[in-house]
């Protein structure tokens, strides 16, 4: 919206007081003048709507999601949460067909979910690209329906995509690390579309924080580093 012109009309100018106009009539006209400019800045910040970006401002990027399963969801909380730009990383289930499993519903195996955690990302700070990298170096991808010392279809590892860019991502990353050379085994997690995501109960969010003992008894009892650097010749990332 255009602002008005802050620019008193040529008939609001003072002219140089004359005998005709004397004293009053100039402080008249000033005083009119004066009230036509505090209109026009008040009209000016009008036409701004409030919270609007500054002329040449790039709009943030909106949040975006991404999941992934990689076993114990525990395990695969701290990874991203470390990472600039992962606004938030939620322990869930997904990929199966009960409607608000439990924990207990889902260890059974009988649900079809997957331990999986959803991060919450900024696009403009963290790629997608970055995000399947973290995943793949701490996940064992030659592993079918099992991580590390937990079985079960709901230890599965695979990538849920939410758009058709990351379908395509993903898949390009899958298929570059099949024919890496790396493993002689094939790969074996999925590419699947993301469907719904139930958040786990509140004591598997953030457990490795609240539980640091537990977490790294655990963590170590499931030989999980030790399998990592196996597969991927350095500490995960």
């Known amino acids: ?16 007081p004359s005998q005709k106009q004397g004293f009053l009539g100039a402080r008249f006209v000033r005083a009119l003048t004066l009230t036509f400019l505090v209109f026009c800045t008040l009209s000016s910040v009008a036409a701004e709507p409030a919270g609007a970006p500054a002329a040449g401002s790039t ?13 114990c969801f525990w395990c695969m909380e701290p990874p991203y949460e470390k990472e600039v730009g992962v606004l938030a990383v939620v322990s869930g289930y997904t990929g ?5 499993p439990s924990y207990e519903a889902v260890s059974s ?18 790629s997608y690209a970055r995000l399947l990298d973290i995943f793949w170096r701490n996940i064992d991808p030659l592993a079918v329906d099992r991580q590390f010392c937990d079985a079960g279809n709901q230890y599965r590892s695979a990538i849920f995509y939410h758009d058709a860019q990351q379908e395509a991502a993903a898949r390009a990353s899958k298929e570059a690390l099949s024919q890496s050379g790396r493993f002689k085994e094939p790969i074996a997690t999925l590419v699947v579309a993301a469907g719904d995501f139930y958040p ?3 004591y598997h969010q953030g457990y490795s924080k609240k539980n640091v003992l537990q977490y790294k008894y655990y963590r170590y009892r499931c030989g999980r580093d030790q399998r990592l650097t196996e597969l991927w010749g350095a500490s995960p990332k």
């Open 59 to 71: 709009p943030a990027a909106a949040p975006a999601l991404a999941t992934f399963a990689g076993g």
């Open 96 to 100: 199966g067909t009960q409607k608000n």
């Open 109 to 126: 195996g009988n649900t079809g979910h997957a331990e999986a955690v959803q991060v919450t990302y900024d696009p403009a700070k963290i």
């Open 1 to 16: 919206m255009s602002a008005i012109a802050c620019r008193p009309a040529t008939f609001l100018q003072p002219a140089a």
């Open 200 to 202: 786990a109960e509140d």
